[in-house]
């Protein structure tokens, strides 16, 4: 009998789907329905060796974020409106998408920008078309490096932080957690929540790294220490 | 013995001082520093002849700012940030300021006006010369067309609503309650309270009325029906 690469391919996960299914059977056993023991002993908040400090934990979040090919600068609350219009100078940004709810003070020193505020009716066709998108976060996670955004105040809905080019993400110090569980505690799981760890990268397709293929190829962090 | 003008004045103030302090001896009484009964038998919600629904407790709002002189209009949500631009363009405003954290959606129209976001360091010249505030509201009053600021969000600091000449205040419909009761019940007395009702008059010299005695002489109020 002939069989083609399809079929093949097809076998392959009709074989995958048979392990995994098996794995969860053995898993369930017999008390199926019956509440499982869930091990909680990985550890819950950074050691002392990882960050003694508040200062060593923020200092984690901005080398993670490093790591991932993000950029990362730090401002005091009064500098904010001028980082961010400098940030968006500095990629000749011309137009950009904010959520309706972004403080107005983020965003009082764009001269030269133009500051297009999201609704519902806004298209995709024009979230793919300005330079970059500026929003907050709910919380950050400085072991990862990841940023969460949970749709909550002056972040809008998930398209701005997915479909524009560039993502310009503001992070308020005490924002910063050490590490995911803690992040997990400070989240409502009913609302929305958009993980980020960095730019968007994509190796699916033979392995060659692409960025830009679910999300901004940019992304750029400001933290504003209080 | 020869009296001056200035010692009639101070005689009579002197007068006033020590009828109010017998007053205030009187109403202690000899229970001083024990609780006193306070009669509570004032009406705390609107009657229905005064307001069946919701929509009558926002229209007897409108009614009552508008016997005060204030410019009342209503808008949906979406319509916002048009409103407050044409609102600024019809008195040709140049140059506004805001509190920092306003909502960027509500001057996203803002095309030809400057908006200064305020700070700290704002001095009182910058607000004396702008031409308008914008600010949002805590809570709003039917019954006495009153605006209540709280310094909370989209409000900024006190000096916002009293030194800028003309005030432009967004609220909400869900921020309008019937009675000043039902306000404090809301309100927070530990933050700094604002009670505005109309734009500013006095009549302290000789009973002229001139506007803007304590504030703004323009009160301008956008209800926002969600």
Known sequence: ??????????????????????????????ASGTPVEVPRDYRRRLGAEEAASR???????????ADQRATVRHVGADELGTTIAA????????QIVVPAD???GWLAELDGVRALADSQVTDVATLRAVDASVTGCAVAVARTGTIVLD??????????SLVPDHHLCVVHADQIVGT????????????PLTWIT??????????????????PRGL??????D
């Open 1 to 30: 009998m002939a069989v083609t690469a399809a079929g093949q391919r097809g076998g392959t996960l009709m074989g995958s789907r048979e392990e995994i299914l098996a794995r969860v059977r053995d898993a369930l056993g017999t």
């Open 55 to 65: 200062a060593d934990v923020i200092a984690l979040f901005t080398e993670r974020l």
């Open 87 to 94: 940030a968006l100078w500095g990629r000749e940004a011309k």
């Open 102 to 104: 972004l403080p107005y």
């Open 151 to 160: 749709g909550g105040r002056a972040q809008g809905r998930r398209a701005l």
């Open 180 to 191: 995911v569980p803690e992040a997990v505690a400070r989240l409502d799981p009913y609302r």
């Open 198 to 215: 960095g730019p968007s990268v994509t190796t699916a397709v033979e392995l060659a790294r692409v960025p830009g293929g679910h999300g």
């Open 220 to 225: 750029e962090v400001i933290v504003v220490e």
